[in-house]
């Protein structure tokens, strides 16, 4: 039996995981890259901390967020989410909760526009 579990209640933010991908033109040469949709899940996103700092005499804000979703074999860091119109990079390897393949954190850090 799987001791780790996921309440579902806790699943209320819609979350788009997407891929990098190219494509080719008409001639086969590769177009710029885009981004494209692997899925759309149900997840927990969770502020965990605003950051500030100087960045070459600027202000360089980053936004940091936990997000909690069912176990995904297919996401890796090079993947990112989409949720709302916010853009959030997946920060180092998505962490598979006690190695039972039940729930997946991901560290994330919002893009800025």
Known sequence: MCAVA???GRLKTSVVIQHKSAGRDTKGARTAESWRTLATVWAEV???????????KQIDAELTHGV???YR???????????GTA????????RD???AHVILELDCIEEED
């Open 68 to 70: 909690v979703m069912r």
């Open 46 to 56: 969770l502020p965990v901390a605003g950051r500030e700092g100087w960045n070459v």
């Open 6 to 8: 996921i309440n579902p």
């Open 73 to 83: 074999s297919d996401v890796t860091s090079r993947h990112r989410l989409k949720v």
């Open 87 to 94: 853009i959030l990079n997946i920060k180092g390897p998505p």
């Open 97 to 99: 909760v006690g190695n």
